[in-house]
């Protein structure tokens, strides 16, 4: 398998770890959704749904696959970096895009 068919799968596997698709509390109810597009290399989970009156739309993880890289755009799972390397996954092919470029090398991952 190449590397973007494996990364691929890598970053759906992970998503789908931190996908719980609907939520009713109290007084909220949501979904989470997942969007995997291969073809331009973007993965999305996200909420929507009501809180009360409130609208509810976040996005919880966007992870781009580009460069033979994947650059984590955003991310509140707390935890898919961890799942990321864990399944293989090197930390020279993780891109903390949340960061600004000059803070990158720093970031810990």
């Known amino acids: 398998m190449d590397k973007i068919k494996q ?8 998503i789908k770890k931190h996908h719980h698709p609907k939520v ?3 007084y909220d109810e949501f979904e989470s959704q997942i969007t ?16 009360q009156y409130k609208r509810i739309f976040s996005c919880i993880l966007h992870i781009d696959l ?6 984590i755009h955003q991310d509140w799972t707390e935890g898919i970096v ?3 390397l864990a399944m293989g996954v090197t930390k020279e092919d993780i891109v903390p895009a949340f960061h600004a470029p000059y803070k990158r090398e720093y970031a810990v991952l």
């Open 82 to 84: 961890d799942d990321l």
């Open 36 to 51: 995997f597009d291969d073809e331009h290399g973007h993965y999305y989970l996200i909420n929507i749904g009501w809180n």
């Open 24 to 26: 009713v509390h109290q």
């Open 7 to 14: 990364y691929q799968h890598i970053i759906k596997t992970a």
């Open 66 to 71: 580009k460069d033979d890289k994947i650059w």
